[in-house]
Nanobody
Framework: QVQLVESGGGLVQAGGSLRLSCAASGGACRRYGMAWFRQGPGKERDFVARISRNGAVANDADSVKGRFTISRDDAKNTVLLQMNSLKPEATAVYYC??????????????????WGQGTQVTVSS
């Protein structure tokens, strides 16, 4: 059973940066497709970015292009999400997810088997 714990959220002004971390236990991140989703107030849980087992990266280009970067630290068994130039619309709870299936649509929530509890990110204008 993989357990995921997110950290790094908080309050930041528009234009600022945050780095979220997802620490995994019970399994190695490199053996899973790892992703970040976010859920804003009154909204559905939306895909942000994914890093596959082979290191391939996919992200939601429209909302995060050029500003958010997902990466994986195999030594620390952690997945990171660097968020720059944050906008107020990025305010949400950010969730880390892990999936065993190799070939999935990155934004398909059903393709992920394990989820963390989330970390709140609030961007003030």
């Amino acid at each position: 059973q993989v357990q995921l714990v997110e950290s790094g959220g908080g309050l930041v002004q528009a234009g600022g940066s945050l780095r979220l971390s997802c620490a995994a236990s019970g399994g190695a991140c490199r053996r899973y497709g790892m992703a970040w989703f976010r859920q804003g107030p009154g909204k559905e849980r939306d895909f942000v970015a994914r890093i596959s087992r082979n290191g391939a990266v996919a992200n939601d280009a429209d909302s995060v292009k050029g500003r958010f970067t997902i990466s994986r630290d195999d030594a620390k068994n952690t997945v990171l999400l660097q968020m720059n130039s944050l906008k107020p619309e990025a305010t949400a709870v950010y969730y880390c997810a892990a999936g065993r299936t190799m070939y999935v649509q990155p934004d398909d929530r059903t393709g992920y088997d394990y989820w963390g509890q989330g970390t709140q990110v609030t961007v003030s204008s």
